[in-house]
Structure formats: structure tokens, C-alpha cells
Nanobody, 126 residues
Framework: DVQLVESGGGSVQTGESLKLACVGS??????????RGWFRQAPGKEREGVAA???????TYYTDSVKGRFTISQINSITVDLQMNSLKPEDTARYYC???????????????????WGQGTQVTVS
């Protein structure tokens, strides 16, 4: 089966760190240049793009609210991490990883552009 699986969520205090991981499977190594993204959704809010990486070039994209605090990294051909430092209560949300088989572009933050989604992992900051 083609799937993405997230891990690494949890409950932390303000200022602490968490690392999320997203492992993909079932879509083959033929895809060498595509977009892997992290999104989050808090209760009552729309899903928003947090960060993305173009797997072919390593180019990264971040939403303004996480710049300087979050780092997206492609670990290998199937794994993308999201290192989250200096966490704030407003970062509390369910975090999802996503895959678009096209390269990331100026609209990397739009959820409808992604074909494959994980089930999500909860991050709570208090």
C-alpha cells in the first residue's frame, strides 16, 4: 500500500523541542524530485502548511510563524523529519505529513495540491 506514517508527537512545555518523522512507502524509488510537506490543523481551524522540502534540490519552505524555530530535513529517500524548537502553545495542533509528486512551488502551503497524506500525530504545548 502507498502510505505515509508520522511519529514523534507528544505533550511538551513552552520552549521545549520535539522531532516529528514521516516515513513513506509503496510509491517506489522512481520518484526522485517531488514535494514533501508538513501541515497542521488545530481544532476549529483550517489545515495550514508548516514547511516543505523539494526532495530533488533540498529547497525548503516555511510559513512565517515557524521560521527560525522549525527545520524540515530529508533524512533519506523515504523519511522526512520536522525538528521543532522553542515550541509555543499556538503550535498545538495535529501535524500531518503529505506528498505531492510534483516539485514544490510557490503554493506549497495549499493542502489541495498534495496527493498523499498521513494520519497525523498530535503535538500539545502548554
Amino acid at each position: 500500500d502507498v502510505q505515509l506514517v508520522e511519529s514523534g508527537g507528544g505533550s511538551v512545555q513552552t520552549g521545549e523541542s520535539l522531532k516529528l518523522a514521516c516515513v513513506g512507502s509503496g510509491y517506489g524509488s522512481a520518484y526522485s524530485n517531488y514535494c514533501r510537506g508538513w501541515f497542521r490543523q488545530a481544532p476549529g481551524k483550517e489545515r495550514e502548511g508548516v514547511a516543505a522540502v523539494n526532495t530533488g534540490t533540498g529547497t525548503t519552505y516555511y510559513t512565517d510563524s515557524v521560521k527560525g524555530r522549525f527545520t524540515i530535513s530529508q533524512i533519506n529517500s523515504i523519511t522526512v523529519d520536522l525538528q521543532m524548537n522553542s515550541l509555543k502553545p499556538e503550535d498545538t495542533a495535529r501535524y500531518y505529513c503529505a506528498l505531492d509528486f510534483r516539485v514544490c512551488g510557490g503554493r506549497w502551503y495549499v493542502p489541495s495540491g498534495y496527493l498523499l497524506w498521513g494520519q497525523g500525530t498530535q503535538v500539545t504545548v502548554s
